[in-house]
C-alpha cells in the first residue's frame, strides 16, 4: 500500500467554499506529522478541502472519535444526524448531486467546527421542511441549513462573536446559546446551539433568487452571462501524482459576472459601465432598489430609443488628422439591449426607496414602484469646457486650435469676482479666446462632444449652445498685455485757464470712448484713475454700464456653429449637418447662445470608445462687419447639449 504526503494546502474561505469529488478513491487520516492520505481501494468518494499541515498538526496520540461519531450518538442531535444522513453532498461548481452523503463530510479527516442545532430548535414542521428538501431540492438544503452550521476554522474562538460558514455566511455566535462547547475530536470540534442559525441571502443571491417580482431582472443578469469561466487555483483541489508532482484532481472554475467589473470592455470598441463591486461580498454593506419586471419594461422602452446603435463609426483616436478610420460595430442591437440593460441595474446599486424593505446579508433591498432615476443621470447634458477640453482637428489649414502662443484667460484674480458677479461668471474662473494665427481671418474650431464628467451624446434631440464671453474680460484678465498710447492731458483752474498740460499714457483697449471722458479732467488726484492699468481702479470704472457698452461696442462677436456625426451612411465617414446662420453677440456680458435647436442624433456614442460627433464653430466677421466694431476672434467658456428629456421618474403606480 503506497502512501503520499500533503503538504501547505490551506482552505479557502469563499462566499461559496466548494468540496470537490473525486472518482475511484477512499480517503484515511494516517498518524504521523501532518495530513497523510492513502489511496485503499476502488470506489466514489469525496475528496474535501485539505488543512494545513502546519496549521493542523497531528496530535501524539490520535484520537480516533470523528465529528460524525460524536453526533451519531448523541441523543439531541437526532434530527440534525438524521438531516445529515439523508442530505446528498452536491457539487459547488455544477450544483449537482453526488453518491455521497453529508454525513461523510464529518466523518473524514478534514477538520471543522459544527455548531449543530439540538432537537430542541428544529420544530417538527421545519425538521419536516428540511427532510423534504434533501429530496427536492438537496443543494438548497446543504447551502441554506447544512453548511450555515459548518465552519471550516477547526479552532475558531467563539468569543470572538463571528464566524465564517462553509457558505460564506458570517453568522454571530452567541456564547449563551451553546449548550455544549469545544467536544474534541480528531476532525474538529463540536458546539450544541439551543437554536438554529437563521440563513440570509446576500444581495448577489437574493438579486438572482428571491427578489419578488424581478424575473425581468435575472432574465437579463443570466442572459448578460458571465465575462468567461475563470479557473481558480486557490479551490481547486490537488494531489500529488507517482511521480511526485501536484496533479489537480478537481479544477474549480468561477463565473466572473460582467457586472462585477467596473468597466466591460468589448473589442476595444464599446466600454459598459459595471457595478464594480462584488455584490456577494459577505463583508460588504449595500443597498439597492429592485425593480418590478412591470418597472424594468417600462425602463427598458424609456431607455432602448437613446441607445439605437449604427452599424459603423469613425474611430477617431485612430484617425490621422481627421482621415479617421473606420470600425464596424458587431450586432448593434445585441449592444443596445446590454447597455440598456446595465444601465437600468447600475443606477440603482447605492440607492434606497419607499417600498418594501428587505434585510440582507450584506445590506438592504427595497422594491419599488418606479425606476428612481431622473433623466438627468440617464441621459444627462453635454457639458464641454474648453479650458479642459481637447480638441479634435482636422488636417484642414484653416480648423485652428488655440494653444500655440495664446493661453486660456484666467479670471481668478481679485477683484475679478466682483465682475464676473455683475457681467457673468465663467466655468472654473478661464475661458478660451479662439483666433486665427494672423488674428486677421475668423478661427476655426472642430470641438469633441464629450462632456467633462464623460457623458457622451446618445440618440435624441439636443439644443446645442455655446456660453461666449465678452471680449473686455480677456483685457482685464492680463492687464500687462494691454496696448498702450499716449495723449495730451490738460488741467484746467476753477477760471477755465489751463494751468498745466501732460503727456500721458493710457491704454486704448479699456478706454474706447476716450471723447466720453473729454480728454480733459480736472486736477483731482483720484481723476487719474481712468489712466492707469491698475485693476482695481478699473473694477470700479466697470460700474459704470455707458463705458461697458462702449467698450463692447468695438469687440463684438459673429460666428456660424455646424456638427459632424454618424449617420451610418455607406462608407461610414461622417456626415456634417448644414451650417447655420450668422449669430451675432454684442460682448456686453456673459451669455449662453442657442446655435442649434432641436438638433437631433441619429444614433448614439454612448459607451463607445473613440467615437463621438464634433461641433464646428467658425468666426464670421467680413470686412463690412469689422468696421462696425466685430473682431475676428470668438471668447468662448463652454459648449452646451442641452438634453431635451422631460427630467421626471419612470413610474408605474397605479
Keep these: 500500500m503506497k502512501y503520499y504526503r500533503i503538504s501547505a494546502l490551506t482552505f479557502c474561505l469563499s462566499v461559496y467554499s466548494t468540496l470537490a469529488m473525486a472518482q475511484n478513491v477512499t480517503i484515511h487520516k494516517q498518524d504521523g506529522v501532518g495530513h497523510v492520505y492513502k489511496v485503499e481501494k476502488v470506489d466514489s468518494v469525496v475528496y474535501f478541502p485539505i488543512g494545513d499541515a502546519e496549521q493542523f498538526p497531528a496530535s501524539e496520540a490520535e484520537n480516533t472519535t470523528t465529528l460524525w461519531d460524536i453526533i451519531e450518538g448523541q441523543a439531541n442531535l437526532s434530527k440534525f444526524a438524521a438531516i445529515l444522513k439523508a442530505a446528498s453532498y452536491y457539487t459547488g461548481k455544477e450544483k449537482a448531486p453526488t453518491k455521497l452523503k453529508l454525513s461523510q463530510l464529518l466523518d473524514g479527516s478534514v477538520p471543522f467546527s459544527v455548531y449543530a442545532p439540538n432537537d430542541a430548535a428544529i420544530s417538527g414542521d421545519k425538521f419536516a421542511e428540511l427532510m423534504a428538501l434533501a429530496q427536492t431540492d438537496g443543494w438548497k438544503l446543504q447551502q441554506e441549513f447544512v453548511f450555515n452550521h459548518i465552519s471550516p476554522q477547526e479552532s475558531q474562538n467563539v468569543g470572538d462573536g463571528n464566524v465564517m460558514m462553509l457558505n460564506g455566511k458570517i453568522i454571530g455566535i452567541n456564547p449563551s446559546n451553546l449548550t455544549s462547547v469545544n467536544q474534541e475530536c480528531n476532525n474538529g470540534k463540536?458546539?450544541?446551539?439551543?437554536?438554529?442559525?437563521?440563513?440570509?441571502?446576500?444581495?448577489?443571491?437574493?438579486?438572482?433568487?428571491?427578489?419578488?417580482?424581478?424575473?425581468?431582472?435575472?432574465?437579463f443578469l443570466n442572459g448578460f452571462g458571465s465575462s468567461g469561466k475563470t479557473f481558480d487555483a486557490a479551490q481547486s483541489i490537488y494531489f500529488p501524482s507517482k511521480d511526485g508532482k501536484m496533479q489537480i484532481l478537481d479544477s474549480i472554475f468561477t463565473n466572473q459576472?460582467?457586472?462585477?467589473?467596473?468597466?466591460?470592455?468589448?473589442?476595444?470598441?464599446?466600454?459598459?459601465?459595471?457595478?464594480?463591486?462584488?455584490?456577494?461580498?459577505?463583508?460588504?454593506?449595500?443597498?439597492?432598489?429592485?425593480?418590478?419586471?412591470?418597472?424594468?419594461?417600462?425602463?427598458?422602452?424609456?431607455?432602448?430609443?437613446?441607445?439605437?446603435?449604427?452599424?459603423?463609426?469613425?474611430?477617431?483616436?485612430?484617425?490621422?488628422?481627421?482621415?479617421?478610420?473606420?470600425?464596424?460595430?458587431?450586432?448593434?442591437?445585441?449592444?443596445?439591449?446590454?447597455?440598456?440593460?446595465?444601465?437600468?441595474?447600475?443606477?440603482?446599486?447605492?440607492?434606497?426607496?419607499?417600498?418594501?424593505?428587505?434585510?440582507?446579508?450584506?445590506?438592504?433591498?427595497?422594491?419599488?414602484?418606479?425606476?428612481?432615476?431622473?433623466?438627468?443621470?440617464?441621459?444627462?447634458?453635454?457639458?464641454?469646457?474648453?479650458?479642459?477640453?481637447?480638441?479634435?482637428?482636422t488636417s484642414v489649414s484653416s480648423y485652428y486650435k488655440v494653444g500655440t502662443g495664446i493661453a486660456f484667460w484666467d479670471m481668478t484674480q481679485f477683484p475679478i469676482e466682483h465682475i464676473t458677479n455683475q457681467y457673468g461668471n465663467v466655468s472654473n474662473g478661464n475661458f478660451y479666446y479662439l483666433s486665427s494665427p494672423t488674428g486677421t481671418s475668423n478661427p476655426r474650431v472642430e470641438i469633441k462632444l464629450i462632456g467633462e464628467q464623460g457623458e457622451q451624446v446618445m440618440s435624441g434631440?439636443?439644443?446645442?449652445?455655446?456660453?461666449?464671453?465678452?471680449?473686455?474680460?480677456?483685457?482685464?484678465?492680463?492687464?500687462?498685455?494691454?496696448?498702450?498710447?499716449?495723449?495730451?492731458?490738460?488741467?484746467?483752474?476753477?477760471?477755465?485757464?489751463?494751468?498745466?498740460?501732460?503727456?500721458?499714457?493710457?491704454?486704448?483697449?479699456?478706454?474706447?470712448?476716450?471723447?466720453?471722458?473729454?480728454?480733459?479732467?480736472?486736477?483731482?488726484?483720484?481723476?487719474?484713475?481712468?489712466?492707469?492699468?491698475d485693476i482695481t481702479k478699473y473694477a470700479e470704472l466697470l460700474k459704470d454700464e455707458h463705458y461697458v457698452d462702449s467698450i463692447s461696442a468695438i469687440n463684438k462677436m459673429s460666428l456660424t456653429a455646424q456638427i459632424r456625426y454618424c449617420n451610418n451612411a455607406g462608407n461610414g465617414k461622417d456626415v456634417t449637418s448644414k451650417k447655420t446662420s450668422v449669430m451675432e453677440f454684442d460682448g456686453t456680458r456673459v451669455e449662453t447662445i442657442t446655435v442649434m435647436e432641436d438638433f437631433e442624433f441619429p444614433y448614439s456614442y454612448k459607451n463607445l470608445n473613440n467615437s463621438y460627433p464634433t461641433l464646428i464653430l467658425d468666426g464670421a466677421t467680413k470686412a463690412s462687419t469689422a468696421r462696425n466694431g466685430f473682431i475676428y476672434g470668438l471668447c468662448i467658456d463652454k459648449v452646451i447639449l442641452k438634453s431635451k428629456e422631460d427630467g421626471s421618474v419612470i413610474d408605474v403606480t397605479p
Design 190 to 219: 463540536l458546539y450544541v446551539a439551543s437554536s438554529m442559525y437563521t440563513y440570509t441571502p446576500n444581495l448577489e443571491e437574493y438579486l438572482l433568487g428571491s427578489a419578488p417580482d424581478c424575473n425581468s431582472v435575472r432574465e
Design 461 to 533: 434631440k439636443y439644443d446645442v449652445q455655446v456660453v461666449m464671453v465678452p471680449y473686455w474680460y480677456r483685457l482685464i484678465s492680463m492687464p500687462k498685455n494691454l496696448r498702450e498710447d499716449t495723449t495730451v492731458r490738460y488741467t484746467y483752474n476753477d477760471m477755465g485757464e489751463v494751468v498745466k498740460v501732460d503727456t500721458i499714457t493710457y491704454y486704448p483697449d479699456l478706454y474706447p470712448d476716450y471723447a466720453y471722458y473729454g480728454g480733459m479732467v480736472n486736477s483731482k488726484e483720484e481723476d487719474d484713475s481712468i489712466f492707469i492699468a
Design 257 to 393: 459576472s460582467p457586472l462585477k467589473e467596473p468597466y466591460l470592455v468589448y473589442d476595444d470598441i464599446m466600454c459598459i459601465k459595471g457595478f464594480g463591486m462584488d455584490l456577494a461580498d459577505e463583508k460588504a454593506s449595500y443597498s439597492m432598489v429592485m425593480p418590478t419586471d412591470q418597472v424594468w419594461n417600462n425602463a427598458q422602452a424609456k431607455l432602448t430609443p437613446l441607445y439605437r446603435y449604427a452599424n459603423r463609426y469613425e474611430d477617431k483616436l485612430k484617425g490621422d488628422e481627421g482621415l479617421s478610420l473606420i470600425v464596424e460595430l458587431p450586432n448593434p442591437d445585441s449592444l443596445s439591449a446590454l447597455s440598456v440593460g446595465a444601465d437600468i441595474m447600475v443606477p440603482l446599486l447605492g440607492r434606497t426607496a419607499e417600498g418594501q424593505e428587505t434585510i440582507l446579508s450584506n445590506g438592504v433591498a427595497y422594491t419599488s414602484p418606479e425606476w428612481p432615476v431622473p433623466a438627468t443621470e440617464y441621459k444627462p447634458d453635454v457639458e464641454v469646457d474648453l479650458t479642459g477640453k481637447e480638441f479634435y482637428c
